[in-house]
């Protein structure tokens, strides 16, 4: 291996790393803020406008490219994708810890592989099979042990982290076809333009229940909104396609099993969560049904790893 090569693919795991460690510190900064400080449509709102002009101002700088009308409808519909994958994440805030929302979102490869084998016909092995039953388990282990004793777990709040995963899903399954043609850059400043318009309406009536947007929260309150809209909606939506250019979308997605590990540190550090059994167990069954889910792929298939 040269070691030019050998550079670039530090590049890849360092941004990789940056990725993940910024999304597992994304969900205890955003419970908090939401919602005691500003509602879930408004901080969906917030993230899209932010990463709307993040992109647009990081176009200036880069080649243009021209998107025709045949594949803007497929970015119209990729702009809902993600406008209800941020939405769903930032309502689950309401009902359930940080630490469970990464528990759940850590499954998402799991369910795109469903959704592709769906509406893909893409096929499923036995190792994907298997990979999906500890998936499955690892949910189970969430749910079953933590519906009568924990407070911090809401079945609607784990409704709401499968409504974002689902979103997701149909987020990768509308946009791989394009996302080959154009760099990332033009893709996420048309994504989030479009996102930032469609949440707007649903965000205005919900701006004077915001203390955030009307300059009567906290300092730390501003501190953590920035922390969410500057790098876990800018600076990780560029730095995972740099990694990507890098690294095998199977290296790539094997780094997602770190979030629901910082978040929980992170979670039951500041008392935004507890300690309990069930946590690291469904933790270690999730990450065994997604790393048999990715190691199974071909090399041609696209990432699977989640976003928030």
Known sequence: MSANRANNKWIGHLAVLAVYIIFGVNPNCSKAVVPEYITPECYTALRLVFGA?????ISLFTPREKVPWHDMRLVLLGAVS????????????RFISPTYV???????PLVVMLLAAVFLKEPISSRKAVGVFFGIAGALMMIVFSFHGDSHYSNKGALL??????FYAAYLLITRAI???????????WMFLFSALLSLPFAIPTVTASPILTGSAPVMAYVNMLVVALFAT??????????????RPTTVSMYSNLQPIVTAVLAISVGQDVFTWNKPVALILVIIGV??????R?????????KQ
């Open 82 to 93: 993600l406008y209800g994958t941020l939405w769903a994440f930032a309502e689950a805030m």
């Open 291 to 296: 790393f048999l889910v990715t190691t199974s």
């Open 102 to 108: 990464s528990l759940i979102s850590a499954m998402s």
């Open 298 to 306: 071909a090399k041609a298939d696209g990432p699977i790893a989640n």
């Open 161 to 166: 982290c499968l409504v974002n995963i689902l």
């Open 179 to 189: 996302s080959p043609k154009y760099s990332p850059v033009t893709m996420m400043k």
């Open 234 to 247: 800018v600076v990780a939506y560029f730095l995972l396609p740099v990694a990507l250019r890098y690294l």
């Open 53 to 57: 002009a993040g992109f647009w101002l």
